[in-house]
């Protein structure tokens, strides 16, 4: 019996790097919580990066239909993609994604968010990331 723990989130020589994909849905209650798009995910970035250190991440928000205010041409609602991943393992970068969503969205501009995907992936920092997928045996 071996006491090697297995390369779990990615440990490699020394250097533990995990992943995650995940899809948020973001709305507003209503028109006067429209919001900017860039901005989130602006503040997102710096937050992840202050609290994760080093971060490789790719964020992306797409509006739901025509979903704008009129007065604003802020966004009502819309989807939040996230490629993230961090020298951490896989259940603290986990933590640390929803807990930095909490204060970025529904804390400090008070708009409704759901974790609709949340996916850990396995990551070399060398290579992009990709999804972890089981095979049937």
Do not use: C, Q, Y
Not at 43 to 62: Q, Y
Not at 65 to 89: F, T
């Amino acid at each position: 019996m071996s006491n090697d723990t297995p390369d779990s989130d990615g440990d490699r020589g020394g250097e533990l790097w995990s992943g995650l994909v995940a899809v948020v849905s973001v709305k507003a209650d209503h028109d006067l919580d429209a919001f900017d798009g860039k901005d989130l995910i602006g503040s997102l970035e710096a937050r992840l990066r202050e609290t994760l250190g080093t971060v490789r991440m790719d964020m992306s928000l797409a509006p739901e239909g025509d979903s704008r205010s009129e007065s604003s041409g802020a966004i009502l609602a819309g989807e939040l993609h996230l490629d993230l991943s961090a020298e951490v393992d896989g259940e603290t970068l986990e933590e640390t994604l929803t807990a930095v969503l909490e204060a970025e969205i529904a804390v400090a501009r008070g708009l409704l968010f759901r974790i609709a995907r949340l996916e850990r992936v396995d990551h070399d920092p060398d290579e992009p990331i990709h999804p972890t997928t089981a095979t049937p045996t």
